[in-house]
């Protein structure tokens, strides 16, 4: 997700499916829905990690895999399956993650098609002291995303300028 911290306006989000919209964090969430109608031809897709991740369809694999949200889906489902865990858990499960974590397994089966190699929780988990991943990206990643920041950044410009913002100063 586009996020990016303004001091006068708090963390903002770039909406995927129009670029001009600079969303307050807080609000995000309905927004993405109400872009979503009114882009229905947007090739965007829905993480099903987190319900506010709306990600372009053929970045959406990447996005999972690196989703900040899985770990906290997958801790859930090994101790799901598992019936032991020393991990800490709210008692009650979040309806959001028991959605996720049926997706999530829906979605396992067309991993499966694909020449990744099968996932196994166990395994993760054993390996994965289940921490947030850091991202290792390769080269090309890097330079991809420093693309995207600039053209955040511009399209954030272009916004603010389009709202009638009357300071500018650190962001020219
Ligand atoms: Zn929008
Ligand atoms: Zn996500």
Redesign the pocket.
């Known amino acids: 997700m586009n996020e990016l911290h303004i001091e006068q306006y708090g963390t903002v989000i770039i ?4 670029k001009a ?1 600079v ?1 307050p964090a807080a609000r995000i969430q309905r ?2 829905f ?2 979503r109608r ?2 229905p031809k947007a090739n965007i897709d829905i993480c099903c990690f987190n319900r506010a991740h709306h990600v372009p369809k053929e970045d959406l694999l990447e996005h999972q895999k690196n989703c900040p949200d899985r770990a906290l889906i997958e801790v859930y489902q090994y101790t799901m399956d598992d019936g032991t865990s020393n991990l800490e858990l709210p008692e009650e499960p979040n309806p959001q993650h028991e959605f996720a974590v049926q997706k999530y397994k829906e979605q396992e089966e067309n991993w499966d098609d694909m020449d990744a190699p099968r996932y196994d929780p166990e395994e993760y988990c054993r390996n994965n002291p289940v921490v947030r991943k850091t991202m290792h990206m390769t080269k090309s990643e890097k330079r991809k995303f420093r693309e995207e920041e600039r053209i955040r950044i511009a399209a954030l410009n272009k916004a603010l300028e389009t709202y009638g913002s009357t300071s500018q100063g650190s962001y020219n």
Request: aromatic share 16%; with cysteine; hydrophobic share 15%.
């Open positions: 909406c995927p499916y129009n919209h969303i927004h993405l109400k872009c009114q882009y």
